[in-house]
């Protein structure tokens, strides 16, 4: 790809469903490295957008590319066709996602939870998915749960698996729908710690967030989202210290 490119390139994208259109023409580029917060009320549209980035949701007009490829469709004769399952599971491999509500198996360990993509879809050996997730659980600090079942762990500690099995895929890129709206508020700090870490490291993050202390030290930029459209975005300190639309002012009063 092209390095003076950003990784990510949302074009024009709409969606809907049914008659309701939820994304009325997205513009959002995310340059390799950074961190882009999206924040925005409650239906706003910030999943969706999220969701579209990695082709959970079909877009219904404009593109996202990652790479500089074009995720979950093809080009031919004019038209965009779906990818064949394959080469949308490849792309997919390149992009972590972390959800609320974590969605790690509960029939497997720790250990098997982080291996079981790597192996399945990268076609790692079973010592080399277990060596790496070795290593991404003692940067998460779980180290000694590798073989723990999900339920017994923590909110904050199921979370941070959820990230390591993320990272097991060696992605480019790596979306967070808020990853710590469903904790108790003592445990966010663990998890947002690991987002932080990982930031620091260089790894490109899209995150929907209420947490305006993370976004505010964290983000290169905060995008604000109001009824399906990105209404402002720039550096944090702009958006949430000086917001210039309406929106944006009165969408912080409410959270800060
Ligand atoms: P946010 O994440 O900002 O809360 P969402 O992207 O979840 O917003 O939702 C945006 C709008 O799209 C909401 O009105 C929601 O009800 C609607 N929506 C989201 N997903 C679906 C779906 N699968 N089917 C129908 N409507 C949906
Ligand atoms: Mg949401």
């Known amino acids: 790809m092209d390095p003076s490119q950003p990784l990510v390139q949302i074009r024009g994208l709409r969606k809907r469903f049914g008659h309701h259109e939820v994304l009325h023409g997205i513009d959002l580029d995310v340059t390799a490295g950074e961190v882009l917060c999206l924040i925005g009320a409650s239906g706003s549209g910030k999943s969706t957008l999220l969701r579209c980035v990695n082709h959970l949701e079909r877009p219904d007009a404009g593109r996202v590319t990652v790479g500089g490829e074009l995720i979950g469709l093809t080009e031919r004769g ?67 749960k590798a073989d723990a079942y999900p339920r017994t762990l923590s909110g904050g500690q199921q979370q941070r698996v959820a990230i ?6 060696r992605p480019q890129l790596m979306l967070f729908d808020e990853p710590t709206s469903a904790l108790d508020p003592e445990l966010v700090g663990e998890v947002l710690d690991v987002m932080r870490s990982l930031a620091a490291e260089g790894m490109t993050m899209i995150v929907v967030t209420h947490e305006m202390g993370f976004a505010r030290e964290v983000a290169r930029t905060v995008a604000f989202m109001a009824d399906g459209k990105i209404v402002e975005q720039g550096p944090p300190a702009e958006v949430l210290g000086s917001p210039g639309h309406e929106r944006t002012r009165s969408f912080l009063s409410k959270v800060l």
């Open 78 to 144: 004019g038209r965009l066709h779906e990818l064949p399952p394959k080469r949308l599971q490849a792309q997919r491999a390149n992009i972590g996602m972390v959800f609320q509500h974590f969605n790690l198996f509960p029939h497997l360990t720790v250990l098997e939870n982080v291996i079981a993509a790597p192996m399945r879809v990268r076609g790692y050996t079973r010592d080399a998915a277990v060596a790496t997730a070795h290593d991404l659980l003692s940067r998460v600090g779980l180290e000694h």
């Open 164 to 169: 390591a099995r993320g990272l097991a895929m």
